[in-house]
Nanobody, 121 residues
């Protein structure tokens, strides 16, 4: 069983930083790749980053490359998304997901409830 719980969102000024966390309470951390997606109001959910099961490979959306860093801690069953140099257009609900190593949200079977990130200009 996979249960994902995100935390770490909040209101931050442009240029600031946040670290989002996603805990997998189902003790299945190494079975799935872990991805982060985001959804802004009125827009579709979009891919942000993914880390492979081993943690050795990562892929980022072009819009966040160089500013966001995904990492995992298997001992804590947790995946992180470090967000730097935040921009107002990064405002969205951020979701973590467990599934296949993919940019496609349809390849993820499990989703958290999301955490809101709001960036003020």
């Amino acid at each position: 069983q996979v249960q994902l719980v995100e935390s770490g969102g909040g209101l931050v000024q442009a240029g600031g930083s946040l670290r989002l966390s996603c805990v997998n309470s189902g003790r299945t951390f190494s079975i799935y790749a872990m991805g982060w997606f985001r959804q802004a109001p009125g827009k579709e959910r979009e891919f942000v980053a993914v880390i492979s099961r081993s943690g050795g490979n990562t892929v980022y959306a072009d819009s966040v490359k160089g500013r966001f860093t995904i990492s995992g801690d298997s001992a804590k069953n947790t995946v992180y998304l470090e967000i730097n140099s935040l921009k107002p257009e990064d405002t969205a609900v951020y979701y973590c997901a467990a599934g296949s190593y993919s940019r496609n949200k349809d390849n993820y079977s499990y989703w958290g409830q999301g955490t809101q990130v709001t960036v003020s200009s």
